[in-house]
Every structure is written in C-alpha cells, then in structure tokens.
C-alpha cells in the first residue's frame, strides 16, 4: 500500500505505508519513536529538507516516479548526495558482507575449483563495485550544485551486468551439491540489491539533471552547450560527443534538452542553422 507523501503527514504514517523505505530511513540517520511527529518535525530536527528527503522516498517507493524540473530545482543537492555516499557505505559495508556470507555458506557443499571459480567472480565484482564508488565520491559529487560543471559520470550498466550475471550463474548453473537453501536466500538477496541500486543510480541521474539545469529565465546558451551544439550540428551522435568532450551521455542529453528548450529549435537540421546564424561553426565544416 502505498499513499500520497506530504511533508504535514507523521512520519510514522509513511513508513507504515510504506515498508520499502526502512532502508532511506535508516541511511539517513532517523531513530524509531516518532510518536505523531511530522515528516517536516523530523526532517527538521535532523538537519534535512523534508521537500528532498519526500523526493528519495518517492524515488524508492514509486516504480513509474521520476522528479519533475520543479523538484529538481527546490531539492537541496547536498541532501541527495549525502544520502548516495551513504548508500555506498550501506552497499560495501552492509549488503556485500551479507552476499559474500550467504554465498559461502551456498558452496560449502561444492568442490575446491568451484568455490575458487565462485570467488573469484564475487571478488572481482566487489573490487569494481568499490572503485566505481570511490570515483563517484571523488569526481562526480564534489561538484554536485555547480551550475555548469561537466561531470564525466561513469556508465553504470556494468554495476548492473555482474549482478545479473551473478544471479544467473547461481540461477541456472549452480551444481547440484550446493546449498539450495542458501541458494534461495542469496537470490533473494541479489534481487532485493538489483532494485535498490537501480533506484541508486535514478536518484543519481536526476540528481546530475537537476546539477546541469539553468534557470529558466535565461535563455542564453552556456560554453558547454555551445560545444554540445556544434558537435550535433557537424553530426556527431551522443556517445561521440560525449567522449569528444569528457562527460557523460546522460549530460550530453540533458545539454540538448536545454539547448532546444533555449533556442526554441528541436531539429539537427535547425540547430545547424542556428549555430552558423550565430557563428558557431563554419559553413564548410558542415557541407
């Protein structure tokens, strides 16, 4: 069951509500006993917006939910970030300690060269899942609330592959000796970690959307939009831009967005116009 959040509710209520949110409460530091306090009473007395702590909880609640443009622009970032570092924490300290410990006690049953084979993969996985971390917390959130700071944000689709492939290798090609019992809860692990992460990186996305979105009120193109411009005008799709110019595709297409919402033009075609009517580019570099 789920309900509508809003920051006069009691906390309580939103979390009876709303049983998938223990997680957010807990990263973000609330005690239990709320009594009749409100979200905005908690929120408040722990040092958080209530508007963004409701945005995360929406975010992890709501499967078809993503925050609008106005969200975006009230949220309080450093909320946000602050709850994605500790949600890396939760990741490498909590729920990677509780996989490796389910998985050992799955292939007790199994033979030296399977456990080694089994290992190795977990090892390898969680070495990369820590270094993905670690560049995040080191290049990416530092310059979260910069208006226009090019954020080069790693591609997250190798988080999710070596756990879909961890899931598969346990699913459908664990020997028969291994613990089915253990088998059943790693699983369920797996999966409960797939969904929480999948919400991670939205939460992140939107986060770095609302990072690179100007006022409204200024219609005046950015130097980075410039340089998206001029690459869509000479061509180039998104990836090729966004390794031209060292950020991420997700910011290349937020910079398109902006681009079009600015100048009113949506087309590549228009676009070309637009920049060589403003001298841009020039006219033989894109004959």
């Given at each position: 069951m789920?309900?509508?959040?809003?920051?006069?509710m009691?906390?309580?209520e939103l979390?009876?509500?709303?049983?998938?949110?223990?997680?957010?409460?807990?990263r973000?530091?609330?005690?239990?006993?709320?009594?009749?306090?409100s979200?905005?009473?908690v929120c408040?007395?722990?040092?958080?917006?209530?508007?963004t702590?409701?945005?995360?909880?929406?975010?992890?609640?709501?499967d078809?939910?993503?925050?609008?443009?106005?969200?975006?622009?009230?949220?309080?970032?450093?909320?946000i970030?602050?709850?994605?570092?500790?949600?890396?924490?939760?990741?490498?300290?909590?729920a990677?300690k509780?996989?490796?410990?389910?998985l050992g006690?799955?292939?007790v049953?199994?033979?030296?060269?399977?456990q080694?084979?089994?290992?190795?993969?977990?090892?390898?996985?969680?070495e990369e899942?820590?270094?993905?971390?670690?560049?995040?917390e080191?290049?990416?959130?530092?310059?979260f609330?910069?208006?226009?700071?090019?954020?080069?944000d790693e591609?997250?689709?190798?988080?999710?592959?070596?756990l879909e492939?961890l899931?598969s290798l346990?699913?459908?090609?664990?020997p028969?000796?291994a613990?089915?019992?253990?088998?059943?809860r790693?699983l369920?692990?797996?999966?409960?970690?797939?969904?929480?992460?999948?919400?991670?990186?939205?939460?992140?996305e939107?986060?770095l959307?609302?990072?690179?979105?100007?006022?409204?009120?200024?219609?005046?193109?950015s130097?980075?939009?410039k340089?998206?411009?001029?690459?869509?005008?000479?061509?180039?799709?998104?990836?090729?831009i966004?390794d031209?110019?060292?950020?991420?595709i997700?910011?290349?297409i937020t910079h398109?967005?902006n681009?079009?919402?600015?100048t009113?033009?949506?087309?590549?075609?228009?676009?070309?116009?637009?920049?060589?009517l403003?001298?841009?580019?020039?006219?033989?570099?894109?004959?």
């Amino acid at each position: 069951m789920s309900t509508e959040f809003d920051a006069g509710m009691k906390m309580a209520e939103l979390l009876e509500s709303n049983p998938s949110l223990i997680g957010v409460f807990t990263r973000m530091g609330f005690t239990f006993g709320y009594g009749d306090a409100s979200v905005s009473d908690v929120c408040q007395g722990a040092g958080i917006d209530p508007e963004t702590f409701l945005v995360i909880c929406r975010v992890y609640s709501q499967d078809d939910y993503r925050p609008s443009g106005e969200e975006l622009e009230k949220a309080d970032l450093s909320v946000i970030v602050k709850y994605l570092s500790l949600s890396h924490t939760y990741y490498m300290d909590v729920a990677m300690k509780d996989l490796a410990a389910g998985l050992g006690r799955m292939i007790v049953p199994c033979g030296e060269d399977t456990q080694k084979v089994i290992w190795k993969f977990f090892t390898g996985f969680k070495e990369e899942l820590q270094k993905h971390f670690l560049y995040e917390e080191e290049s990416v959130f530092p310059n979260f609330g910069s208006l226009d700071a090019d954020i080069p944000d790693e591609d997250h689709s190798g988080v999710e592959e070596s756990l879909e492939d961890l899931k598969s290798l346990v699913m459908n090609h664990l020997p028969a000796e291994a613990d089915q019992r253990e088998a059943y809860r790693v699983l369920s692990g797996i999966s409960s970690l797939q969904d929480d992460i999948r919400k991670h990186i939205l939460l992140e996305e939107c986060a770095l959307e609302g990072n690179v979105r100007e006022s409204v009120e200024d219609n005046s193109l950015s130097a980075r939009e410039k340089e998206v411009l001029v690459c869509v005008a000479k061509g180039l799709i998104n990836k090729e831009i966004a390794d031209q110019l060292n950020i991420s595709i997700h910011t290349v297409i937020t910079h398109r967005k902006n681009i079009s919402r600015k100048t009113g033009i949506k087309t590549v075609a228009g676009l070309t116009v637009y920049a060589l009517l403003n001298n841009l580019l020039d006219i033989h570099s894109v004959e």
